[in-house]
């Protein structure tokens, strides 16, 4: 079994889902863990709001950075 605690969660980004240490599809194809099956269901929702977050960053300017 590839998985730790009983009471973690994961989203499968393949099957689209929320899966516990019983159901658990190969690493490559989850994000987690996380706590609750609540936060594992918002997975990619977080995903990409830290996605935007990131790419507002000004401290994160990639642009800037490759013009040196």
């Known amino acids: 079994m590839d ?3 009983p009471d973690e969660f994961w989203f499968c980004v393949r099957h ?3 899966e516990t240490t019983e ?4 690493a490559k ?5 996380y706590p609750s099956e609540a936060e594992a269901r918002r997975a990619l ?3 990409e ?6 790419d507002e960053d000004p ?3 990639d642009a800037a950075r490759n013009d040196g």
Request: hydrophobic fraction near 25%; charged fraction near 35%; charge should be positive.
């Open 16 to 18: 689209h889902r929320v």
């Open 29 to 33: 194809h989850r994000l987690g863990p």
């Open 59 to 61: 401290a994160w300017d």
């Open 23 to 26: 159901n658990l599809c190969p």
């Open 45 to 47: 929702e977080k995903a």
């Open 49 to 54: 709001e830290r996605n935007r977050e990131w």
């Open 3 to 5: 998985g730790g605690n």
